[in-house]
């Protein structure tokens, strides 16, 4: 059934970043939210997660009502988040934070081992055994995401997953984001790289002030000139 959010405000205070989000995202699918720094994209994925309590809306996971729920209940209901900041337990190893993240499977859900991880990422075997603090920032990430896969999740939340990193690094990433999908996981992904979102996206939006402006299919982006100038980066082309 996917992933539908409808009408969805939040707040930071007296400021109202959210503004009536609504899309869908369904099943085995890679969807791309864009948009310039301030309008709202990483409030929408805190908001599903629960990070950014929602003060309107609703967030159903295959017709479950999300919102309003606490950030453990909504991982287990099978929702998984990979913030920008590529949170990981620097004290302990590598092999110990991907442990962290496994729970037990659910019927009807895709489940990951660590060995896959391993497979995704070579580097992460190679220092298994290296406190995940001494990582490198594209280690991390790479950490981050297998550590969230390992939850089995249905829909997987990707904040600017690409940011910082080698171009070697993120082939890598886009790789196993394309094949999480053929295994049946969805993605939700923030991405500034517009040529990445582009190449593996079903679908685009971009947000401005807050809700959605545009839902339509990367070609379409690609041809649509007053969105890329009236929404999108200055200077920033998606052709």
């Given at each position: 059934m996917g992933l539908t959010v409808t009408g969805l405000h939040a707040h930071y205070g007296k400021s109202h970043v959210l503004r009536g989000v609504t899309f869908e995202l369904p099943p085995q699918s890679i969807y791309s939210l864009v948009g310039r720094n301030g309008s709202g994209r990483s409030t929408?994925?805190?908001?599903?997660?629960?990070?950014?309590?929602?003060?309107?809306?609703?967030?159903?996971?295959?017709?479950?009502?999300?919102?309003?729920?606490?950030?453990?209940?909504?991982?287990?209901?099978?929702?998984?988040?990979?913030?920008?900041?590529?949170?990981?337990?620097?004290?302990?190893t590598v092999a110990e934070n991907l442990r962290?993240?496994?729970?037990?499977?659910?019927?009807?859900?895709?489940?990951?081992?660590?060995?896959?991880?391993?497979?995704?990422?070579?580097?992460?075997?190679?220092?298994?055994?290296?406190?995940?603090?001494?990582?490198?920032?594209?280690?991390?990430?790479?950490?981050?995401?297998?550590?969230?896969?390992?939850?089995?999740?249905?829909?997987?939340?990707?904040?600017e997953p690409t940011e910082g990193l080698a171009p070697k690094i993120v082939e890598r990433l886009v790789e196993a984001i394309l094949d999480v999908r053929k295994h049946g996981v969805s993605v939700l992904l923030i991405e500034q790289r517009l040529t990445i979102a582009l190449d593996i996206s079903d679908r685009v939006l971009v947000m401005g002030h807050g809700h959605i402006v545009y839902n339509g299919t990367p070609d379409s982006l690609r041809n649509d000139a007053d969105v890329q100038r009236n929404w999108l980066a200055v200077g920033t082309s998606v052709s």
């Open positions: 929408t994925l805190k908001s599903i997660m629960g990070i950014v309590r929602p003060t309107e809306g609703s967030i159903l996971l295959d017709g479950a009502e999300q919102s309003g729920r606490d950030i453990r209940n909504i991982v287990r209901a099978g929702i998984a988040y990979v913030p920008e900041d590529r949170l990981v337990f620097p004290t302990l962290m993240g496994q729970l037990r499977p659910l019927p009807g859900r895709v489940v990951w081992t660590v060995d896959q991880m391993y497979e995704y990422f070579p580097r992460l075997h190679e220092r298994k055994d290296t406190k995940a603090g001494k990582l490198s920032g594209g280690e991390q990430q790479m950490l981050t995401m297998c550590r969230s896969l390992l939850g089995n999740p249905k829909f997987l939340l990707l904040d």
